[in-house]
């Protein structure tokens, strides 16, 4: 990946943190998410589209680990970075 994409993903993983999100909504949180890998893919080269959908795959693992993948009924319930 070029030098712009594996930055923008690294911020997105730097991101993704629960104390980032405190209070604020899951609903936020994926609003944001899919929008800046929307954007990420967007700038991206196409030489480096596989190695970056691996990438975010990377990135995806974390949210899932970081407790961000919630049921649609849990979505404008408030983050807490303690939970």
Known sequence: MRDATTIAVGELHRTI??????????????????????????AADADDLDALGSALLEVRDA????????????????????A
């Open 63 to 82: 949210v899932e680990a970081n407790g961000f993948m919630v049921a649609s009924d849990r979505l404008d319930e408030t983050i807490d970075a303690d």
């Open 17 to 42: 943190g629960a104390e980032h999100w405190q209070h604020k909504t899951y609903r936020q949180f994926w609003t944001w998410f899919n929008a800046r890998c929307i954007e990420i893919v967007g």
